[in-house]
Protein backbone atom coordinates (compact mmCIF):
# COMPACT_ATOMS: atom_id res chain seq x y z
CA UNK A 1 0.00 0.00 0.00
CA UNK A 2 1.38 3.33 -0.97
CA UNK A 3 2.23 5.65 1.85
CA UNK A 4 0.09 8.59 0.94
CA UNK A 5 -2.91 6.18 0.88
CA UNK A 6 -2.26 4.25 4.17
CA UNK A 7 -2.22 7.99 5.80
CA UNK A 8 -5.28 9.14 4.41
CA UNK A 9 -7.12 5.81 5.43
CA UNK A 10 -5.74 6.31 8.62
CA UNK A 11 -7.15 9.68 9.15
CA UNK A 12 -10.45 8.43 7.89
CA UNK A 13 -10.35 6.11 10.62
CA UNK A 14 -9.54 8.17 13.06
CA UNK A 15 -12.34 11.01 12.04
CA UNK A 16 -14.83 7.96 11.99
CA UNK A 17 -14.72 7.58 15.77
CA UNK A 18 -14.20 11.37 17.07
CA UNK A 19 -18.03 12.21 18.24
CA UNK A 20 -19.68 14.29 15.88
CA UNK A 21 -20.49 16.85 19.13
CA UNK A 22 -16.64 17.03 19.18
CA UNK A 23 -16.52 17.58 15.06
CA UNK A 24 -19.34 20.07 15.22
CA UNK A 25 -17.04 22.50 17.57
CA UNK A 26 -15.21 22.69 14.55
CA UNK A 27 -18.05 23.97 11.99
CA UNK A 28 -18.47 27.44 11.03
CA UNK A 29 -20.35 29.07 14.29
CA UNK A 30 -24.11 29.37 14.26
CA UNK A 31 -25.56 33.06 14.22
CA UNK A 32 -27.03 34.05 18.00
CA UNK A 33 -30.29 32.61 18.53
CA UNK A 34 -31.81 35.82 18.79
CA UNK A 35 -31.03 39.81 19.04
CA UNK A 36 -30.92 39.93 22.88
CA UNK A 37 -30.44 43.43 24.73
CA UNK A 38 -27.24 44.02 26.58
CA UNK A 39 -26.65 45.84 29.83
CA UNK A 40 -25.58 48.83 28.08
CA UNK A 41 -28.24 49.17 25.78
CA UNK A 42 -30.91 52.17 26.03
CA UNK A 43 -33.91 51.38 28.46
CA UNK A 44 -36.51 51.79 25.38
CA UNK A 45 -34.13 48.56 23.79
CA UNK A 46 -33.95 46.53 27.22
CA UNK A 47 -37.61 47.07 27.97
CA UNK A 48 -38.27 45.48 24.20
CA UNK A 49 -38.53 48.31 21.85
CA UNK A 50 -41.28 50.05 20.16
CA UNK A 51 -43.89 47.45 20.44
CA UNK A 52 -43.30 46.41 24.09
CA UNK A 53 -43.64 50.35 25.11
CA UNK A 54 -47.26 50.25 22.77
CA UNK A 55 -48.09 46.87 25.02
CA UNK A 56 -47.32 48.78 28.55
CA UNK A 57 -49.21 51.91 27.45
CA UNK A 58 -52.22 50.06 26.29
CA UNK A 59 -52.61 47.75 29.33
CA UNK A 60 -51.60 50.46 31.55
CA UNK A 61 -53.92 53.05 30.21
CA UNK A 62 -56.79 50.43 30.24
CA UNK A 63 -55.92 50.15 34.07
CA UNK A 64 -56.76 54.14 34.54
CA UNK A 65 -59.22 53.92 32.27
CA UNK A 66 -61.19 51.00 34.38
CA UNK A 67 -60.55 52.10 37.42
CA UNK A 68 -63.12 52.93 39.60
CA UNK A 69 -61.26 56.54 40.93
CA UNK A 70 -59.46 57.11 37.85
CA UNK A 71 -61.67 56.67 35.01
CA UNK A 72 -63.42 60.16 35.47
CA UNK A 73 -60.68 61.52 33.71
CA UNK A 74 -61.39 59.71 30.50
CA UNK A 75 -64.76 60.24 30.61
CA UNK A 76 -65.87 62.26 27.20
CA UNK A 77 -63.08 61.79 25.11
CA UNK A 78 -64.03 60.95 21.44
CA UNK A 79 -62.60 57.59 20.51
CA UNK A 80 -60.23 59.93 18.37
CA UNK A 81 -59.06 61.90 21.16
CA UNK A 82 -58.34 58.69 22.94
CA UNK A 83 -56.19 57.31 20.52
CA UNK A 84 -54.49 60.51 19.87
CA UNK A 85 -53.51 60.19 23.99
CA UNK A 86 -53.14 56.71 23.92
CA UNK A 87 -50.46 57.54 20.30
CA UNK A 88 -48.55 60.25 22.26
CA UNK A 89 -48.01 59.28 25.55
CA UNK A 90 -46.39 55.44 24.06
CA UNK A 91 -44.21 58.21 21.57
CA UNK A 92 -43.42 60.40 25.48
CA UNK A 93 -42.21 56.94 26.73
CA UNK A 94 -40.37 55.93 23.82
CA UNK A 95 -38.26 59.31 23.89
CA UNK A 96 -37.87 59.70 27.74
CA UNK A 97 -36.40 56.11 27.27
CA UNK A 98 -34.12 56.49 24.97
CA UNK A 99 -36.23 55.40 21.86
CA UNK A 100 -35.19 56.93 18.24
CA UNK A 101 -38.99 58.58 18.20
CA UNK A 102 -40.19 62.55 18.24
CA UNK A 103 -42.98 63.21 20.76
CA UNK A 104 -45.49 65.88 18.91
CA UNK A 105 -47.59 66.43 22.13
CA UNK A 106 -48.42 69.26 24.96
CA UNK A 107 -45.21 69.15 27.64
CA UNK A 108 -46.98 67.04 30.91
CA UNK A 109 -47.67 70.82 32.30
CA UNK A 110 -50.32 71.64 29.80
CA UNK A 111 -51.48 68.49 29.13
CA UNK A 112 -52.78 67.92 32.61
CA UNK A 113 -53.34 71.20 33.61
CA UNK A 114 -57.16 71.80 35.30
CA UNK A 115 -57.38 68.10 35.32
CA UNK A 116 -56.85 68.70 39.27
CA UNK A 117 -54.69 65.02 39.63
CA UNK A 118 -54.33 64.82 43.46
CA UNK A 119 -51.66 62.75 45.30
CA UNK A 120 -54.37 59.91 45.49
CA UNK A 121 -54.20 59.65 42.19
CA UNK A 122 -50.69 60.25 41.23
CA UNK A 123 -50.25 57.08 43.96
CA UNK A 124 -52.99 54.86 41.96
CA UNK A 125 -51.33 55.63 38.44
CA UNK A 126 -47.77 54.66 39.96
CA UNK A 127 -49.37 51.51 41.29
CA UNK A 128 -51.38 50.54 37.82
CA UNK A 129 -47.89 51.17 36.41
CA UNK A 130 -45.96 48.68 38.68
CA UNK A 131 -49.01 46.34 37.94
CA UNK A 132 -48.64 46.52 33.88
CA UNK A 133 -44.61 46.55 34.39
CA UNK A 134 -45.53 43.22 36.40
CA UNK A 135 -47.38 41.70 33.96
CA UNK A 136 -45.03 42.11 31.44
CA UNK A 137 -42.58 40.21 33.27
CA UNK A 138 -40.05 43.34 33.28
CA UNK A 139 -36.83 43.29 35.03
CA UNK A 140 -36.62 45.00 38.53
CA UNK A 141 -33.64 46.87 37.33
CA UNK A 142 -36.02 48.75 34.54
CA UNK A 143 -39.13 48.71 36.52
CA UNK A 144 -36.72 51.38 38.63
CA UNK A 145 -35.70 52.94 35.89
CA UNK A 146 -39.03 53.74 34.09
CA UNK A 147 -40.44 54.79 37.46
CA UNK A 148 -37.60 56.74 38.14
CA UNK A 149 -37.96 58.53 34.61
CA UNK A 150 -41.50 59.44 35.64
CA UNK A 151 -41.12 60.53 38.62
CA UNK A 152 -39.61 63.85 38.02
CA UNK A 153 -42.80 64.88 35.99
CA UNK A 154 -45.35 64.27 39.26
CA UNK A 155 -45.12 68.35 40.37
CA UNK A 156 -46.07 69.03 36.42
CA UNK A 157 -48.95 67.05 36.59
CA UNK A 158 -50.04 66.86 40.19
CA UNK A 159 -52.37 69.48 41.39
CA UNK A 160 -52.52 71.82 38.57
C1 LIG B 1 -52.62 60.25 37.80
C2 LIG B 1 -51.91 60.23 36.70
C3 LIG B 1 -52.40 60.73 35.37
C4 LIG B 1 -53.66 61.03 34.91
C5 LIG B 1 -54.97 60.91 35.65
C6 LIG B 1 -53.52 61.49 33.54
C7 LIG B 1 -54.56 61.89 32.73
C8 LIG B 1 -54.44 62.39 31.47
C9 LIG B 1 -55.52 62.85 30.63
C10 LIG B 1 -56.99 62.86 31.02
C11 LIG B 1 -55.00 63.26 29.46
C12 LIG B 1 -55.76 63.85 28.25
C13 LIG B 1 -55.78 65.35 28.38
C14 LIG B 1 -56.41 66.01 27.18
O1 LIG B 1 -56.42 65.45 26.07
O2 LIG B 1 -56.89 67.12 27.33
C15 LIG B 1 -53.56 63.05 29.53
C16 LIG B 1 -52.69 63.30 28.52
C17 LIG B 1 -51.39 62.89 28.53
N1 LIG B 1 -50.71 62.34 29.58
FE1 LIG B 1 -51.43 61.96 31.40
N2 LIG B 1 -52.21 61.45 33.19
C18 LIG B 1 -51.50 60.98 34.27
C19 LIG B 1 -50.16 60.73 34.32
C20 LIG B 1 -49.33 60.78 33.26
C21 LIG B 1 -47.96 60.32 33.25
C22 LIG B 1 -47.23 59.72 34.44
C23 LIG B 1 -47.48 60.54 32.01
C24 LIG B 1 -46.10 60.22 31.51
C25 LIG B 1 -45.86 59.17 30.84
C26 LIG B 1 -48.54 61.10 31.22
C27 LIG B 1 -48.45 61.45 29.89
C28 LIG B 1 -49.44 62.04 29.16
C29 LIG B 1 -49.30 62.43 27.77
C30 LIG B 1 -48.06 62.25 26.91
C31 LIG B 1 -50.50 62.97 27.37
C32 LIG B 1 -50.88 63.47 25.95
C33 LIG B 1 -50.65 64.94 25.82
C34 LIG B 1 -51.16 65.44 24.48
O3 LIG B 1 -51.94 64.76 23.83
O4 LIG B 1 -50.76 66.55 24.06
N3 LIG B 1 -49.64 61.25 32.01
N4 LIG B 1 -53.26 62.52 30.76
Known amino acids: MPRTFRHSLLVVLMLAFIPASVLNNFATPLPPAAPQAAAQDSLYKRLGGYDALAAVTDD ?3 RLATDPKEGRFFVGL ?3 SKTRVR ?4 DFLCVATGGPCKYTGRDMETAHTG ?4 E ?4 IAVKALGDTLNKFKVPAREQGEVVGAIAPLKSKI ?3
Open 78 to 80: STD
Open 87 to 90: QHVV
Open 115 to 118: LNIT
Open 158 to 160: VGR
Open 120 to 123: DDWT
Open 60 to 62: FLG
